[in-house]
């Protein structure tokens, strides 16, 4: 029980040193943008979500290379995109004005990109079960680098037509920002993150052997929620400063990177990494569902109000019920 105590205290101080060095590269990346004369909309899918997602990219490449643990860092990956897409639209309106605006624009080309990029890599993972079989128990697959360039690729799609929406709408970029300087404030924020992803990380997987269940689970949760502090406070002053495209944005845009970017890159620089088919869809089947009801609630009137901010955090409650229950063993969705 103490080192169960332990390692939750572990966890949260790593939170806390991610949120400080977030709080450096989240600035430094802000001030990027305006020095560089980004628009409002890129700014917050392309400049704060890759700032912001730095945390899980992190997560990702220190589970694979220093723990072993390519699917800790997946399930990282996964339950920071599902605390995404609940958490922080619904805390955005509720310590809001109450409710939030969305677009068009923002619905049918952010959101309808991010549901191809969950496609994509469960598209991918099932190439690596289908042409890379691995013998073990359950479906096993291998995903080599030439599977990890499908994901990259269409992050290269996305990114272009971030691109093209920057020339259409340039603003005039700030000569007064110091850039050289500004970017060794976003060096020094993310030398910070790498240490407190690590704490998230041994946390994780400590908690796994606890309770004698898969670390993923773990990360799904601890690692996730963690690791997502910094879109929260992004989300959330964008909200507050009235500006719901940057924070809804943002959201879609971190969950693109995270999946399309921070994912492959595990498997780029290990080589190839296995994975365990039973493991992964159960991961990508909440995500789905998460990704239906974001979809469902943002479309709807083309605004999230007060109830629906409450059914967002009611569905995420479930979520981590859910991992409780496989984590105390009375659920066996996943097999362990």
């Not at 697959?141 to 799609?157: N, Q, S």
Request: glycine share 10%.
């Amino acid at each position: 029980m103490l080192d169960v105590v332990l390692l939750l205290g572990l966890a949260a101080v790593a939170t806390g040193v991610v949120w400080k060095g977030s709080v450096w590269l989240e600035d430094a990346a802000d001030r990027l943008a305006v020095g560089y004369g980004v628009p409002p909309v890129v700014q917050g899918a392309v400049i704060a979500a890759v700032g912001s997602s730095m945390p899980e990219l992190v997560s990702v490449l220190l589970a694979t290379l220093v723990h072993g643990e390519f699917e800790l860092g997946v399930g990282a990956i996964v339950g920071s995109a599902v605390f995404n897409l609940l958490v922080i639209p619904g805390l955005a309106v509720l310590v809001g004005s109450g409710e939030m605006e969305t677009s068009r624009k923002l619905v049918y080309k952010e959101a309808l990109f991010y549901m191809l990029a969950v496609a994509v890599l469960l598209l991918t993972f099932s190439l690596a079960v289908i042409y890379y079989p691995l013998e073990g128990a359950g479906l096993q697959g291998e995903v080599t680098r030439w599977l990890a360039l499908f994901p990259l690729a269409l992050y290269g799609l996305y990114v272009f037509t971030q691109y093209l929406d920057a020339t259409e709408d340039a603003i005039a970029a700030d000569r007064s920002v110091n850039r050289r300087r500004t970017w060794l404030w976003f060096g020094a924020g993310l030398v910070v993150i790498v240490v407190g992803v690590e704490g998230l990380v041994r946390a994780a997987i400590g908690l796994g052997d606890a309770f004698g269940t898969p670390a993923f689970l773990w990360g799904m949760i601890v690692v996730a929620a963690g690791s997502s502090v910094p879109d929260v406070f992004v989300s959330i002053a964008a909200a507050r400063a009235n500006r719901p495209s940057v924070s809804l944005a943002n959201v879609l845009g971190s969950n693109v990177f995270d999946l399309l970017v921070a994912v492959p890159a595990g498997v780029l620089v290990a080589g190839s990494l296995a994975i365990t088919f039973a493991h992964i869809v159960p991961m990508m089947a909440f995500l789905v569902l998460a990704t239906v009801v974001f979809f469902a609630i943002a479309r709807t009137d083309m605004l999230l109000s007060e109830r629906e901010a409450w059914l967002l955090l009611g569905s995420y409650g479930i979520f981590v019920g859910w991992l409780v229950l496989e984590s105390l063993g009375l659920s066996n969705v996943v097999p362990t």
